[in-house]
């Protein structure tokens, strides 16, 4: 077991209120510049986010348009888009925050986690986010748009389908993000491998019904597409935490 790191461990709550209130205003004038320099982008950025409605049949057609219903719309819409393109050039920087933060806590031998944690987990996101626009949503979308076929002609508004969309793709980034939560579960002693391991049928339903609410489709290939990478991400999440577990690379090397 290493030596316990001493910077700051034995500092008095406030002391730690402090470090935790620097990490929060560093952490949001990071987000506040990302979102800044995302605003000069929101165009660009609402193009991008209207792709997956150019798999419609409807939209390609013109019998679907996107509208704004409230004078504030279009505004209130370009701040969401910049807002959240802002957190995502930034979430390395607020991630760094948080290690930040948690580091003088850990062991010596654990803080070498702190490039990998930094890096794993904006890489996930964004992996996550990915999967979710190039696989997801080309799928959706446009299978909610069609779903009574030319029978229903009309207007949708754009503040609710930017939202749609950017809450999917945070959702997967998030899910994505499943190997790292089980490193940090594992470390503060939340779960364990053999916790995960004897939970993998449940989680595996779980899963499922987790990808057929995601994929409203009746295809049973995109429904696998969904529910495949979520569960090669929960095995993916036990040996992380074997891995995470005290001497866990000698335990894994034994199986």
Same mark, same amino acid.
């Given at each position: 077991?290493?030596?316990?790191?001493?910077?700051?461990?034995?500092?008095?709550?406030?002391?730690?209120?402090?470090?935790?209130?620097?990490?929060?205003?560093?952490?949001?004038?990071?987000?506040?510049?990302?979102?800044?320099?995302?605003?000069?982008?929101?165009?660009?950025?609402?193009?991008?986010?209207?792709?997956?409605?150019?798999?419609?049949?409807?939209?390609?057609?013109?019998?679907?348009?996107?509208?704004?219903?409230?004078?504030?719309?279009?505004?209130?819409?370009?701040?969401?888009?910049?807002?959240?393109? @802002?957190? $995502?050039?930034?979430?390395?920087? #607020? *991630?760094? %925050?948080?290690?930040? &933060?948690?580091?003088?806590? !850990?062991?010596?031998?654990?803080?070498?986690?702190?490039?990998?944690?930094?890096?794993?987990?904006?890489?996930?996101?964004?992996? @996550?986010? $990915?999967?979710?626009?190039?696989? #997801? *949503?080309? %799928?959706?979308?446009? &299978?909610?748009?069609?779903? !009574?076929?030319?029978?229903?002609?009309?207007?949708?508004?754009?503040?609710?389908?930017?939202?749609?969309?950017?809450?999917?793709?945070?959702?997967?980034?998030?899910?994505?993000?499943?190997?790292?939560?089980?490193?940090?579960?594992?470390?503060?002693?939340?779960?364990?491998?053999?916790?995960?391991?004897?939970?993998?049928?449940?989680?595996?339903?779980?899963?499922?019904?987790?990808?057929?609410?995601?994929?409203?489709?009746?295809?049973?290939?995109?429904?696998?597409?969904?529910?495949?990478?979520?569960?090669?991400?929960?095995?993916?999440?036990?040996?992380?935490?074997?891995?995470?577990?005290?001497?866990?690379?000698?335990?894994?090397?034994?199986?």
């Amino acid at each position: 077991m290493g030596k316990l790191v001493t910077n700051h461990a034995e500092a008095p709550l406030l002391d730690h209120l402090e470090d935790l209130r620097k990490r929060l205003i560093i952490a949001v004038l990071f987000w506040l510049a990302g979102t800044s320099f995302a605003w000069f982008y929101r165009t660009e950025l609402l193009e991008w986010l209207k792709r997956p409605l150019t798999f419609s049949e409807l939209y390609n057609a013109g019998k679907l348009q996107l509208v704004s219903q409230q004078l504030t719309d279009q505004l209130i819409m370009s701040f969401l888009i910049a807002m959240w393109g @802002g957190l $995502a050039l930034t979430l390395p920087f #607020i *991630l760094h %925050q948080v290690w930040l &933060f948690v580091a003088p806590g !850990l062991y010596a031998h654990e803080r070498r986690w702190a490039a990998p944690f930094v890096l794993g987990a904006g890489f996930s996101f964004i992996i @996550g986010a $990915a999967f979710c626009y190039f696989v #997801i *949503l080309p %799928q959706m979308v446009p &299978f909610l748009v069609d779903f !009574l076929g030319g029978a229903v002609n009309g207007v949708y508004p754009i503040a609710t389908y930017i939202s749609q969309v950017v809450t999917f793709l945070v959702a997967f980034g998030i899910i994505f993000e499943l190997p790292i939560l089980s490193f940090v579960l594992t470390k503060i002693g939340i779960v364990n491998a053999g916790m995960m391991g004897r939970v993998r049928r449940p989680a595996g339903i779980v899963i499922l019904i987790v990808a057929a609410v995601i994929t409203p489709t009746t295809d049973p290939i995109n429904l696998m597409l969904v529910a495949v990478p979520i569960y090669v991400l929960y095995e993916l999440g036990i040996i992380v935490s074997r891995l995470a577990a005290p001497r866990g690379r000698a335990a894994l090397a034994q199986e």
